[in-house]
C-alpha cells in the first residue's frame, strides 16, 4: 500500500503554503503500513509521556550529548560533525563520527554558546566562547580537537558582549561574531589577530552566514525581526529584510538565490529571494493552521539537492518537512519525530542529524540537594550525568540520526508526530468538562466565577512539602516545609483539595514566571537562562525585564486587557522601583505592594493586599483578575541574621492561609477562586519528576475533601482561569491543557476557611556561624536567583535534615500516568 502525502495537502490545502492536516480516516490506515520494519505500533512502542502531557517517539539512532546542545557544526567532508554543548550544568564541544554516531573527543570549556563553524579545510573548529567574548579556535587532529588559539574580542563578563553566531571567510581571512548583549556585529582579522570594526545591530544577534561567494554575510537579528545584510568586501552594512518574530537559524540554496530564515514566535520559515531582497513565501511549520505560539520554529536545513526543507520545531519535538524544489509553490511533506526540544537540524547526504536540546525524557530528582552526594560540575566526558540531581542540568542533551525517509515512511512518522500532541485547532475554543460546571468547556460560556486570585510563590516540589500526606503520592523522607512548619497549606489541601500529579512547566524563576502568567517560554528564555544559572554571566531575562523573552501576544494581563477582563497585579512582574515590567500593568498593579523583597514578610504583603482589597471592595471594583506574589517560600538559606528556611516558609504558609481566611468571609467569597501555584520547583527533590510541585484551590465551589490525582500543568491553571474569564488561550500549552473543572462542584457551598496559627517562630533567626552559613552569606538574595542554585539547595537541605534526620535521600522511579476512563488515549 503506497501513501503520498502530497495527496493528503490538496485534501486540505492552506494559505500561506502551510503544513497539511492529516485526515482522521487516513490516519487509521497508518497502523498496518510499516517503514523499515517498523509499524506505527512498534514505533510508539517506547512512547515516552513528558510532564505537560506533551509526548515523545524519537526515531532513528540516539547518541547522548552534553547538557543543552544548540548548534551542529558540519566538516566540508561531512565525515565528522561538532556539536556545542550550552547548559546550566556543563558546557564545551564534541566531535562526533556521524556515520559510526561515535563521539570522537570532547573538551569543556568555561564559557561557550551556539556559535560554531569549521574552516573551509576542515583544517580548525571556531566555536562561541559566549560570555568571556571570545571565539576558542581548535585544531582537528587526528579527529580529536586540540586548543590552538583565542580570538578575543573584548573582556569578559561582566563587559556586555556575549558573542553568539560565527562565520569565518578563509579566503578573506575574515571572521565574523554577532552578540546578544551589546547587539553588534564584529569583523575580526585573523591575520591580525584583532578586531577590526563593530556595526550595531538594533537587537540581540543570532548568527550570521556567509553568501555562497562570500561577498554578503546575512545576519538574523533576533531581538529586530529582520535580517540585515553585511558587504564583506567594502565592510559595511547594505540594508536589512524584515522577517518573522525572534529570527534565528538560516540556510541557503546552492545557487545562492534564496535564503530560508526560522522565526520562533511566528511559527514559521521565511523564504527570501536574494536577488529581490524580500520575502516572496512563508512556510507555517505548525501542526496546523494559524496556531498560537508553541511551535518554536529554530533551526532549518536543506538536503543536498535543495529540494526538501527540514524545520526544527522545538516545543513540538518534532521537524516539519517541505518540498521547496519551486520557490514561491512549496508544500509540506509531513513531520518527523524528534526528542525533546529539538535546538539545531542538519543534512549529510541521506541522514538527517537533530540535537536534542533536552534529551528523551523528563526524570525524578531525589537526589537533588542532598549535600551527601558530590555536586559534579564539570566532567571529561560530557555524556554522563551529573550526581545532584539538579533540575537545570538534569535533562541532558541527544543527537539522532534519521535516515530520508520515503513518502510512506514520512506519513508514518506523520501521524506519530500528530499522536504525540495533545494539542489541536479544535481545543483552543472547547476542552474538556461536564455540563453545569462552573468552570466552561467552551471560550465565551459564563461562569458563576466572576473574581480570580492567582497566587505565585517560589521554586518548591510537592515531596518537598506535601510528601508527608498519606492521601498522595509523597515520599515523606523528602519533606523539608511539612505539616509542622506549613499547617495552613495542609489545611487547603485537606479541606479542598489535594492535588498530587500536578507539574510546573517552568523549570527555574527566569523561565517559571513567563510559563506561570503566559503558558509559553521563548526561544530566548529557554536558551539563555542555563548560562547565567550556571553562573557563566548574563542577565535574568524573564518577568518582562527583556522584551526579546516576552511571548509575541503577551501575558495573562495583556489578554485581560484585549478582551475587556479588569485586573491587578500584587507584585507580579513589578520590578525596580516598583514600576511594572511590562506596558499593560501600566495603572493595573498596587504601588503600596512590594513584590520580591525577601527582608519584608509575606505576611506583611497579606496586610497590604486585605487594606487595598478591602478599599476596592467597598467601591464595587475588585477586578476579575489578581494575581498576588507570595515569594518567601523561596527562603534565604542560613545567612546570618536573617529569618531560617522554617521562618520564611511558615511565614509564607500564614500569609496563604490569613489571605484564604479573609476572602472566605467576604461577600464575594461564593464568587471567587484562588488558585495558589509555585513558579518553579527548582529549589528541591521530588521522587517522581522534578517539575512536580504543589498546587493549591480555594473557593465556594471547590469540593471538600476531594483527592485528585490527574495530571495537571501549570497551563492547565491558567486555562482554568481563561475559561473563567471568557478568555481565549496565549499559547499552545493552554490551549492543549484539561483545566481543573474535576475540582469543582455545581453549586457553591463550602464554607469559609479558618486560617492555623504558625507553629514555627516567623522570628526564628539564623545565628550559629558555620560552614553553610558562611556559604549563604555570599549569596545575592537582591533580586530572583542570582544565587548558585545547586549550592542553594544544598544549603536548604543541610538547615533543614540536620534539625530532623540524616537520611539519605531514596532513589525512586520516574515519574506517573494516572490513567482516566475519560482520557483520549
Known amino acids: 500500500m503506497k501513501i503520498n502525502p502530497k495527496q493528503l495537502y490538496n485534501m486540505f490545502s492552506i494559505n500561506i503554503r502551510t503544513v497539511f492536516v492529516l485526515n482522521f480516516v487516513f490516519l487509521l490506515s497508518f497502523p498496518f503500513i510499516q517503514a523499515n520494519g517498523q509499524s506505527l505500533k512498534e514505533i510508539e512502542s517506547g512512547r515516552v509521556s513528558l510532564t505537560n502531557g506533551w509526548k515523545l517517539t524519537p526515531v532513528g539512532q540516539k547518541l547522548p550529548l552534553g547538557d543543552l546542545p544548540l548548534n551542529i557544526a558540519l566538516s566540508p567532508s561531512g565525515k565528522m560533525l561538532a556539536v556545542t554543548n550550552n547548559g546550566q550544568s556543563d558546557q564545551g564541544i564534541q566531535l562526533i563520527d556521524p556515520e559510526k554516531m561515535l563521539v ?61 553566531g560565527i562565520a569565518v571567510d578563509d579566503d578573506q581571512q575574515m571572521l565574523y561574531a554577532v552578540t546578544k548583549e551589546n547587539n553588534s556585529l564584529y569583523t575580526f582579522d585573523l591575520k591580525a589577530k584583532k578586531v ?6 538594533g537587537g540581540e544577534g543570532y548568527t550570521c552566514l556567509l553568501s555562497n561567494d562570500g561577498k554578503v554575510l546575512y545576519v538574523t537579528c533576533w531581538g529586530c525581526d529582520k535580517v540585515d545584510l553585511f558587504d564583506t568586501r567594502k565592510q559595511q552594512m547594505m540594508g536589512s529584510i524584515p522577517v518573522g518574530d525572534n529570527p534565528n537559524d538560516m540556510c541557503q540554496t546552492g545557487n545562492g538565490k534564496y535564503l530560508f530564515v526560522a522565526n520562533a514566535n511566528d511559527n514559521s520559515v521565511s523564504v527570501i529571494s536574494l536577488e529581490q531582497k524580500r520575502v516572496v513565501e512563508i512556510l507555517n511549520s505548525a501542526l496546523y493552521p494559524n496556531s498560537p505560539s508553541g511551535s518554536t520554529t529554530n533551526s532549518v536545513a536543506l538536503c543536498d539537492d535543495d529540494k526538501t526543507l527540514y524545520i526544527a520545531n522545538a516545543d513540538n519535538n518534532c521537524l ?104 489541536n485547532k479544535g481545543k483552543e475554543m472547547q476542552s474538556k468538562g461536564e455540563e453545569g460546571n462552573p468552570i466552561p468547556s467552551r471560550v465565551g460560556e459564563s461562569s458563576p466565577i466572576k473574581y480570580v486570585f492567582y497566587i505565585i ?49 517552568g523549570e527555574v524563576s527566569a523561565d517559571g514566571h513567563n510559563w506561570t502568567m503566559g503558558a509559553y517560554g521563548t526561544d530566548y528564555l529557554e536558551k539563555n537562562w542555563p548560562t547565567s544559572y550556571g553562573g557563566r554571566g548574563g542577565s535574568y531575562p524573564g518577568e518582562g525585564t527583556r522584551e526579546i523573552s516576552n511571548n509575541k501576544n503577551g501575558f495573562f494581563w495583556d489578554f485581560c486587557k484585549r478582551y475587556g477582563v479588569p485586573y491587578r497585579s500584587y507584585g507580579e512582574f513589578i520590578g525596580d522601583n516598583n514600576k511594572p515590567n511590562i506596558p499593560a500593568l ?54 546570618l541574621g536573617r529569618p531560617s528556611p522554617l521562618a520564611h516558609a511558615a511565614d509564607n504558609d500564614l500569609a496563604c492561609g490569613l489571605f484564604v481566611e479573609h476572602l472566605s468571609h467576604s461577600s464575594i467569597w461564593n464568587e471567587s477562586l484562588v488558585i495558589i501555584v509555585e513558579d518553579d520547583a527548582q529549589n528541591g527533590p521530588d521522587h517522581v519528576d522534578a517539575h512536580r510541585s504543589t498546587a493549591y484551590l480555594a473557593g465556594g465551589f ?32 493552554d490551549a492543549a491543557a484539561e483545566p481543573l473543572w474535576r475540582c469543582f462542584n455545581k453549586t457553591a457551598t463550602h464554607p469559609p ?30 533580586k530572583e536567583d542570582r544565587i548558585p542554585d545547586a549550592q542553594f539547595n544544598a544549603v536548604i537541605w543541610a538547615a533543614i535534615h540536620g534539625l530532623y534526620s540524616k537520611c539519605p535521600a531514596p532513589v525512586h522511579a520516574a515519574f506517573f500516568t494516572v490513567q482516566k476512563e475519560d482520557d483520549d488515549d
Not at 107 to 135: E, H, M, P, Q
Not at 329 to 358: E, L, M
Not at 381 to 396: H, P, S
Not at 497 to 504: I, M, Q, S, T
Request: glycine content about 8%; hydrophobic content about 35%.
Open 104 to 164: 570522537l573527543d570532547s573538551v569543556i570549556t568555561a564559557k561557550s554558546w551556539l556559535g560554531l563553524t569549521f574552516s573551509k579545510d576542515g583544517k580548525y573548529l571556531y566555536a562561541s566562547g559566549g560570555n568571556d567574548n571570545w571565539i576558542m579556535r581548535y585544531l582537528v587532529s587526528n579527529k580529536k580537537l586540540v586548543p590552538y588559539d583565542t580570538l578575543v574580542i573584548g573582556k569578559p563578563w561582566p563587559e556586555k558582549i556575549s558573542v553568539a
Open 702 to 733: 471547590v469540593k471538600q475533601g476531594f483527592v485528585d490525582h490527574t495530571m495537571y500543568s501549570t497551563s492547565s491553571a491558567l486555562r482554568t482561569m481563561e475559561l473563567i474569564l471568557g478568555l481565549p488561550p496565549m499559547s499552545q500549552y
Open 586 to 639: 501600566k495603572d493595573h498593579f498596587c504601588e503600596s505592594y512590594v513584590g520580591w523583597n525577601m527582608s519584608i514578610r509575606d505576611t506583611v504583603r497579606f496586610r497590604w493586599w486585605k487594606q487595598d482589597f478591602e478599599t476596592l471592595l467597598a467601591k464595587g471594583n475588585v477586578p476579575q483578575f489578581n494575581s498576588i506574589r507570595f515569594g518567601n517560600d523561596h527562603t534565604e538559606g542560613l545567612k
Open 320 to 423: 516539519a518537512v517541505f518540498d521547496v524544489s519551486v520557490p514561491g509553490k512549496s508544500f509540506s511533506k509531513g513531520f518527523i519525530p524528534t526528542g525533546w526540544y529539538p535546538t539545531c537540524v542538519r543534512v549529510i547526504k541521506s541522514n538527517i542529524f537533530v540535537a536534542n536540546g533536552k534529551g528523551l525524557t523528563s526524570k525524578a530528582n531525589p537526589l537533588g540537594p542532598s549535600p551527601k552526594k558530590e555536586e559534579v560540575t564539570h566532567h571529561a566526558d560530557l555524556n554522563k550525568k551529573a550526581k545532584v540531581q539538579y533540575i537545570g542540568g538534569l535533562f541532558r542533551g541527544t543527537l539522532q540520526s534519521i535516515p530520508n525517509p520515503s513518502e510512506t515512511q514520512l506519513g508514518i512518522y506523520s501521524q506519530a508526530v500528530y499522536n504525540n500532541v495533545p494539542y
Open 753 to 782: 476557611f479558618k486560617s492555623l496559627p504558625n507553629k514555627v517562630d516567623l522570628n526564628l533567626k539564623n545565628t550559629a556561624e558555620t560552614a553553610m552559613s558562611r556559604i549563604s552569606d555570599k549569596f545575592d538574595f537582591s
Open 196 to 201: 577590526k570594526s563593530r556595526f550595531e545591530l
Open 457 to 505: 510563590k517560589e521554586n518548591r516540589t510537592y515531596d518537598q512539602v506535601l510528601g508527608d500526606i498519606p492521601e498522595g503520592n509523597g515520599d515523606s523522607t523528602l519533606v523539608l516545609f511539612g505539616k509542622n512548619v506549613t499547617p495552613n497549606l495542609h489545611a487547603l489541601t485537606k479541606q479542598f483539595v489535594l492535588l498530587d500529579n500536578f507539574y510546573v512547566d
